[in-house]
């Protein structure tokens, strides 16, 4: 398995709090990404990073924030956070100069927002 | 519009049987395919990657093909075991930008009884 690892597993939090949500990988990979996973749904882009210093918004609109300020590590932050935000987020990094290359996931982390 | 379609949602089958999870696609221009694999509380895990020359590829009991004229796809799993119980998603890559965009399906959901 893949070196990639999310904190925290479960959060249970109420309406308005910030969080944070951490992603690290000791890959040295240069691609990371933040996906956003429901019951039954494909996987949605909300953010990617190419590298340090560098990232952009996915897909899907979202009021979250990234920053990638070390290779290893790729935070995602709700300043904050409201109902529909609950969802599984999946933290992902990937290499090679080539596009696309396989995605290592981490194990999610589920956040549950009431 | 560029989609990814799997079929069946879901699939219940006893250990030892095989089943086959279809995926079709409408991406274009094609890059690659690729199968993960995720089990529940955990994150995908890659099973095979298709590129557009490759008709089958074999991981084990796991053996994915390809048609890239009807643009279909197909994951054969052998002699089912309990550990085989999970989603099954299908990822298809374009070559529409210098990094190339994933397109997911919504999973194929395997439960594997004893």
């Known amino acids: 398995e893949a070196d990639i690892y999310q904190t925290p597993r479960y959060l249970v939090i109420g309406t308005g709090k910030k969080i944070t949500l951490e992603c690290s990988q000791t890959?040295?990979?240069?691609?990371m990404y933040w996906y956003q996973q429901d019951p039954g749904m494909e996987l949605h882009l909300i953010h990617y990073s190419y590298g340090v210093n560098s990232t952009e918004k996915g897909d899907l609109s979202s009021e979250s924030t990234v920053s990638r300020i070390r290779t290893e590590h790729f935070p995602l932050t709700l300043e904050s956070a409201r109902p529909s935000h609950t969802s599984q987020y999946l933290c992902a990094s990937s290499e090679g100069r080539d596009s696309p290359s396989t995605l290592h996931f981490g194990n999610g982390t589920r956040l549950t927002v009431t | 519009k560029n989609q990814v379609e799997q079929s069946p949602q879901s699939l219940i089958i006893l250990e030892g049987k095989n089943c086959t999870l279809q995926?079709?696609?409408?991406?274009?221009?094609?890059?690659?395919l690729r199968w993960y694999k995720q089990d529940t509380g955990r994150g995908p895990v890659s099973l095979t990657i298709?590129?557009?020359?490759?008709n089958t590829k074999s991981n084990g009991r796991y053996t994915a093909t390809l048609d890239a004229d009807t643009k279909q796809s197909s994951l054969h799993i052998t002699a089912s075991q309990l550990s085989d119980s999970a989603s099954y998603i299908c990822?298809?890559?374009?070559?529409?930008?210098?990094?190339?965009?994933?397109?997911f399906g919504r999973g194929t959901q395997l439960t594997v009884w004893p």
């Open positions: 298709m590129t557009f020359s490759e």
């Open positions: 995926c079709n696609y409408t991406v274009s221009p094609f890059s690659n």
């Open positions: 890959m040295g990979h240069d691609k």
């Open positions: 990822v298809v890559s374009d070559r529409g930008s210098t990094l190339g965009r994933l397109y």
